[in-house]
């Protein structure tokens, strides 16, 4: 048995635990938030036989393969550390890092405790995105020429939730153009030749939109990711000298198509229920058995690079401020 515990009670750890509760050979030890009564409701819910309202003590008592950390952003560095000192693996949910040398500690502190860590970008290991980078790899578009990404929806302006406080480490950029970043990273791979940031802030300081031109091996590529874009086409497009692949929602896609130059669809992927965290559970489960620190889908170096892309964003607003 895969035993998990649980750093955060909040909605997304709701999903997780459901996830482990219906995979088998995984089962959740324990669940552990500052509110004592949140961490309760989430164990009864999923039949979690222990929660507590103090992370330390919980990886004190409780034996464990690996943490899942569910916490808002600006706490995950302090909590992957604290798990990686316990001799606990951990999967951290994404933006892991609010900045390159947070990134860098951590995985320095991890490497020096022969300690697994993965930032959870789920996106990485879903069916339809890993269909669509394996007919990119069979060349069925051809010599790939330009990516598009697009991202964006309008949440509420509460300058205290997750998407606007900057105590908490809000903004667009660790909230959705991590997922743009890393699946142009994922699906083109190559070495970045160029890079041209755009960010936009709002009051509370944090940034609200975002465009990123990249140069990857030679293929252009245009990210575009918005907080006041309540209508945006969220889509990943790769176009290639024979046709394209086009991916709806990426950062949770279940669908992908693969069309002709002319448009027609030529193959497609759709499965809504393989949208799941399973597959990201049993790569940590992979890989802590088989004694390795980091993921070969999200290694440490694409964690790395995109935290430096937080920086860059942050940069960009202070010159702009």
């Not at 961490?39 to 039949?47: C, D, F, P, S, V």
């Not at 940031?197 to 990711?225: F, K, P, Q, S």
Request: hydrophobic share 40%; proline share 4%.
């Amino acid at each position: 048995m895969f035993r998990w515990v649980m750093l955060g009670a909040g909605n997304i750890a709701n999903t997780f635990a459901r996830t482990v509760r219906e995979m088998d050979g995984h089962e959740v030890a324990a669940v552990a938030s500052k509110s004592q009564a949140r961490a309760e409701k989430l164990a009864l819910t999923h039949g979690i036989p222990r929660f507590f309202d103090d992370y330390e003590e919980m990886l004190e008592s409780v034996p464990a393969d690996a943490a899942y950390i569910s916490v808002t952003v600006n706490d995950h560095a302090r909590l992957t550390q604290m798990c990686v000192r316990h001799g606990i693996p951990v999967l951290c949910e994404k933006a892991m890092f609010r900045s390159f040398d947070e990134a860098r500690k951590t995985f320095d502190l991890a490497a020096e405790r022969h300690v697994f860590t993965m930032e959870g970008t789920w996106s990485l290991f879903l069916p339809a995105n890993l269909t669509a980078r394996r007919w990119l790899e069979d060349g069925r578009i051809g010599s790939c020429q330009d990516m598009q990404v697009s991202i964006g929806f309008q949440p509420e302006m509460d300058p205290s939730s997750r998407y606007f406080s900057r105590t908490l480490g809000g903004g667009c950029a660790r909230d959705i153009t991590v997922y743009a970043y890393e699946l142009s990273r994922f699906f083109l791979g190559g070495p970045m030749e160029e890079m041209e940031v755009e960010a936009w802030g709002c009051e509370t300081g944090v940034d609200i939109e975002n465009r990123i031109r990249m140069n990857l091996g030679g293929i252009r590529v245009l990210l575009h990711t918005s907080f006041r874009a309540p209508d945006m086409e969220e889509q990943l497009v790769i176009t290639g000298e024979k046709g394209s692949i086009q991916i709806p929602h990426p950062h949770y896609a279940s669908r992908a198509f693969l069309r002709s130059p002319e448009g027609k669809v030529l193959d497609t992927f759709d499965d809504p229920a393989s949208a799941s965290f399973r597959w990201e559970i049993l790569e940590v489960e992979r890989n802590v058995r088989g004694g390795k620190l980091e993921s070969p889908v999200v290694p440490h170096g694409l964690t790395l690079s995109c935290a430096g892309l937080f920086d860059l964003i942050e940069e960009k607003l202070r010159s702009e401020g």
